[in-house]
């Protein structure tokens, strides 16, 4: 029984294992997956990483001791026969097969840092988000930002008990290409291969190692199992020896990746001990599986601390499942189903692209990620600013959801509390929504201890002030807003806006608020131009402030509140303004125009020269008003 072999290795004396490993491993210069490895390579944990590994041993030694493992043990060796995958697939669903979708970017300069990326962006560290990628220069929407060949793969093989074959498309389960021919391997007759290249390294890399679980459907490959890309993940490092060293300052090499999937957040430390258990018991079986159905071990078998070399292997699995939940790309492949109209069961699946895994989330993106056939692309989809950090959306949260809404889903799923410049802008107004009498639009909050109960302290300048001047502000507040609430009049409202603008910093949402009513409820055609043009000046202010970026609904508002002020007969009639006003104006109205270029790739041609049109129109008013 494999409990009391491992009995027999003392397999549970492994407190400090990770050191004996190192000499261990330094020691059997071993041969992994058919490869000879090279001598002289260094072989480490880091620190931060005895957690996956200590946590994997802990289990293990559980499970052993309460029999458990035995059950999963006899689970992995009474797999039973395969399927009969593969063999309903008709000739007709073979001409099915085209490369429909493949698209090669030559046109953009490469990075010479970053692997895959163009050289729009580099690479900086946030101390909240760890690693961001940020734009070196002004960007138009649809540019190219990365263009990335996964370094590790899962597609979920083809078979008849998983999906319909007559109707499913094939992609090569060692680079994803969507193909006309292919080529199977010869044992398994399972996964199919774009070309015998693909299938000779597949072969020799992994695939002697999986083909038996994958006829016998061992991993589930459905977008919540990590169990199988973990694995894959653990086979890929198998050929590099593990090595996790980079000697040069560039991010991501060709040659050997797996210094860049090592070093992917894995927020273990994060999840909940139901969630871990899950991942333990993965890796478990991923392990016993190795063990009892490959020749993974085979040449460490006759060796002393094989024992080692089992848990050494069951940590890492434990760590790359962790990594692949937080960094894989789910690939559904919607292009391909929209334009073919075929189910592609088979065509799903994940990708680890570390390149693609620097981009941080946000509730708010500006980027997006497009599958290719057998490239992953990262593209802009709004118009972004040099300086600007690139983001994607990586969830099904978006900005209608309140920040509490939206952090709870990513913290669920993801682990991390979102720090997107939206969430932050919405946090600051809800946690810290007081004025700072030192510094300009710092949010500053209330003190909870008892004894600063009436001390606010800015979380800009951290300076702390009497909240005794503001309190007042706020009674009054109060009464104006249930005030207005009763009489719905303009001069209560107006008399609030004073009030906030005591209590909260100028790009408040609690100003917004007030600024929306008197422009959308209180101000019609017969006022005064100038008033309508500077409320609607100041909500855009805000929403720009929080939104960070330049967007195509907040663009078109823009545009569509100078066609209003164009259409208001009286606007023309506007001869004085004061100075302040003129101002204002001006500088909003040479803001708008100057957006003409982003507008261009926004808008159809007639809608643009539309707009460009109005534009122009009440640019040139204001630079022909007269001031006193
Ligand atoms: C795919 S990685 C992105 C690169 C990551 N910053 C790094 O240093 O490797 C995803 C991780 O980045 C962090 N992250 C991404 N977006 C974030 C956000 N909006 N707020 C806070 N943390 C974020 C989280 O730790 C998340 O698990």
Not at 43 to 69: M, P, Q, V
Request: charged share 20%.
């Amino acid at each position: 029984m494999l409990h009391t072999y491992f009995l027999k290795q003392r397999l549970f004396k492994i407190h400090n294992l990770p050191i004996r490993f190192g000499a261990l491993k330094r020691k059997f210069k071993y041969v992994l997956g058919g490869v000879q490895k090279r001598p002289g390579h260094k072989y480490y944990f880091k620190e931060d990483y005895l957690n996956e590994y200590d946590a994997f041993t802990k289990y293990y030694r559980t499970i052993c001791s309460n029999g458990y493992i035995s059950k999963i043990s006899s689970e992995v060796d009474n797999m039973g026969d395969y399927c009969d995958l593969y063999n309903n697939v008709s000739e007709d669903t073979k001409s099915l097969q085209l490369n429909l979708f493949y698209e090669p970017f030559t046109d953009h300069q490469k990075n010479e840092n970053i692997l895959y990326a163009t050289d729009h962006v580099r690479i900086q560290r946030n101390i909240d988000k760890g690693n961001q990628l940020i734009a070196t220069r002004n960007l138009s929407r649809n540019t190219v930002l990365i263009n990335e060949k996964p370094t590790v793969l899962q597609v979920a093989p083809l078979c008849s008990c998983v999906g319909d074959s007559r109707t499913s498309l094939y992609r090569c389960h060692h680079c994803g290409t969507s193909c006309k021919q292919f080529y199977t391997c010869d044992s398994c007759n399972v996964c199919t291969f774009c070309s015998r290249k693909c299938l000779t390294i597949a072969c020799k890399e992994y695939h002697v190692y999986e083909c038996f679980g994958l006829q016998r459907h061992f991993w589930s490959m459905d977008d919540t199992d990590y169990g199988y890309i973990s694995f894959r993940i653990l086979l890929y490092g198998a050929t590099k020896d593990f090595n996790t060293d980079f000697t040069n300052y560039s991010y991501g090499n060709v040659e050997n990746n797996y210094p860049f999937i090592y070093g992917l957040e894995s927020h273990f430390k994060d999840m909940s001990r139901t969630k871990v258990n899950k991942i333990l018991y993965s890796a478990v079986r991923n392990l016993l599986y190795l063990r009892n159905k490959t020749n993974f071990f085979k040449p460490y078998k006759t060796k002393p601390n094989i024992d080692d070399m089992y848990m050494y292997i069951g940590g890492l699995l434990v760590k790359h499942y962790c990594q692949a939940q937080i960094n894989s790309i789910i690939l559904k492949f919607p292009n391909l189903i929209v334009a073919s109209g075929l189910n592609i069961s088979s065509g799903s699946g994940k990708a680890i692209c570390p390149t693609i895994a620097l981009i941080n989330h946000a509730c708010s993106p500006n980027a997006t990620i497009i599958i290719y056939s057998n490239y992953l692309v990262v593209k802009s989809i709004k118009s972004i600013r040099k300086g600007e950090e690139i983001t994607v959306c990586y969830t099904e949260v978006n900005a209608f959801f309140s920040v509490a809404e939206r952090r709870l889903i990513t913290e669920q799923l993801l682990y991390f509390t979102c720090r997107c410049a939206f969430c932050l802008f919405e946090e600051n107004s809800i946690e810290a929504p007081y004025k700072c009498p030192f510094c300009e639009n710092g949010n500053a909050k209330q003190l909870e201890n008892s004894n600063t109960k009436h001390l606010g302290m800015c979380t800009k300048c951290l300076k702390t002030f009497p909240l005794d001047a503001l309190m007042k502000h706020i009674k009054r507040a109060a009464k104006y807003k249930s005030a207005y609430n009763k009489t719905n009049s303009l001069e209560t409202l107006k008399k609030l806006e004073a009030c906030y603008k005591q209590i909260f910093p100028l790009n408040s949402l609690h100003l917004l608020d007030i600024y929306r009513l008197i422009y959308e409820k209180h101000l019609g055609l017969q006022d005064k131009p100038i008033e309508i043009l500077k409320y609607g000046i100041l909500i855009f202010h805000i929403l720009e402030n929080g939104l960070c970026t330049l967007y195509i609904p907040l663009l078109s508002a823009k545009v569509m509140f100078m066609y209003k002020m164009v259409d208001m007969k009286r606007f023309m009639d506007i001869k004085h303004v004061t100075q302040e006003e003129f101002d204002v104006a001006k500088q909003f109205t040479t803001e708008v125009v100057k957006l003409k270029k982003d507008l261009l790739f926004y808008l159809p041609e007639e809608r643009l020269q539309y707009y460009t049109y109005i534009q122009t129109k009440v640019h040139s008013f204001f630079q022909g008003i007269t001031c006193p």
